[in-house]
């Protein structure tokens, strides 16, 4: 009898460990990832990028590629990743973008982008060039969130993006800003400020007030700047 109750003791012991093993896992935080999911970055758009880097910023090199400075949060106005990758993959602006199609033909884009779930996916190499901010897609890196004025950001993308920021700032130190996209003519008349045409502006709200406010609390730590406008 004492041995047929070790035996049936010791199994319980064990479906106990692997319980609480379990729990352990599920309360465990998510491992932070990034999953490629390439837009076209072809000869033609490589070659627009180069165009756009000279007609619009005054800068001329021989290849689409940025130095970071800033990371730049916007908010897609999609209401899906795939629509949005649909939306970004073509290499030519499409005809109804008429707005922003005297600047050039060369179509909008983002390096990164966050669905509702904080799941990041990465569209085009880190520092390869994208039009996404007027002014600063010389030394931009941008981080599309699907999302809306009417459906606001997810505390999921929150921590998302707050994870993308500190790993970006990592592998590259010389990041100093994070903003919103509806910050970004603050920085007119600054030196990073770099577009030709004084006329050339869009109206922007994304990704939110209430979410910029709350990255920032998140990554105090690294002591990133904000909108020059900003008093701290």
């Known amino acids: 009898m004492k041995g047929n109750s070790i035996i049936m003791r010791f199994p319980l012991g064990m479906f106990l460990l692997f319980l609480l093993l379990l729990s352990n896992k599920s309360m465990a935080q998510a491992t932070f990832r990034i999953?490629?999911?390439p837009i076209t970055f072809d000869a033609e758009r490589k070659r627009l990028s180069i165009d756009y880097l000279a007609n619009r910023h005054s800068i001329r090199q021989k290849s689409p590629y940025i130095k970071p400075q800033m990371i730049v949060l916007h908010w897609t106005a999609v209401p899906s990743i795939e629509e949005t990758f649909d939306v970004f993959n073509p290499v030519l602006l499409p005809g109804a973008r008429a707005g922003i199609a005297s600047a050039s033909n060369l179509n909008v884009s983002s390096q990164f982008l966050i669905d509702r779930?904080?799941?990041?996916?990465?569209?085009?190499?880190?520092t390869a060039f994208?039009?996404?901010?007027?002014?600063?897609?010389?030394c931009a890196i941008g981080v599309e969130n699907v999302g809306s004025d009417k459906d606001?950001?997810?505390k999921e993308q929150l921590k998302a993006n707050e994870q993308l920021v500190r790993y970006l700032k990592k592998k590259y130190?010389?990041?100093?800003?994070?903003?919103g996209h509806y910050e970004y003519t603050d920085f007119v008349g600054h030196p990073l400020w770099k577009e030709i045409d004084s006329n050339y502006r869009t109206t922007k709200t994304d990704p939110g007030v209430d979410?910029?406010?709350k990255i920032r609390e998140n990554l105090k730590d690294l002591n990133?700047?904000?909108?020059?406008?900003i008093k701290k």
């Open 152 to 154: 606001p950001l997810t």
């Open 35 to 37: 999953l490629d999911k």
């Open 117 to 126: 779930d904080g799941t990041i996916f990465r569209l085009l190499p880190d």
């Open 173 to 179: 130190p010389a990041i100093e800003y994070v903003i």
């Open 130 to 138: 994208a039009r996404h901010v007027i002014g600063l897609n010389y």
């Open 211 to 213: 979410f910029m406010e």
């Open 224 to 229: 990133l700047k904000g909108s020059p406008l």
